[in-house]
């Protein structure tokens, strides 16, 4: 059971820029494919980004060329960089490693003027 702990949301303005990051217990992060949810209010949850275990990515067309997901493994922490912000990604980000973990609490990204 990994347990997941989200860090560095917060209130940005429009063109801003925000690093999440997601800490993960346990000793298979190295193994685990990584992904980055976000869910806004009255809306489903929605897969953001992906890393596999040999660094490669995929990301939702929406933020293609504004975010970039990346990996630490030594530090079994997983990040979410988040450059050109827009109002439309607020909402609460998660972290999840498919199979392995559960849902952790996330960090609120609020876009606003």
């Known amino acids: 059971q990994v347990q997941l702990v989200e860090s560095g949301g917060g209130l940005v303005q429009p063109g801003g820029s925000l690093r999440l990051s997601c800490a993960a217990s346990g000793s298979i992060f190295s193994i685990a494919v990584v992904g980055w949810y976000r869910q806004a209010p009255g809306k489903q949850r929605e897969l953001v980004a992906t890393i596999g275990t040999d660094g490669s990515t995929n990301y939702v067309d929406s933020v293609k060329g504004r975010f970039t997901i990346s990996r630490d493994n030594a530090k079994n922490t997983a990040y979410l960089q988040m450059n050109s912000l827009k109002p439309e990604d607020t909402a609460v980000y998660y972290c999840?490693?498919?199979?392995?973990?559960?849902w952790g609490q996330g960090t609120q990204v609020t876009v606003s003027s």
């Open positions: 999840m490693l498919p199979g392995f973990s559960s």
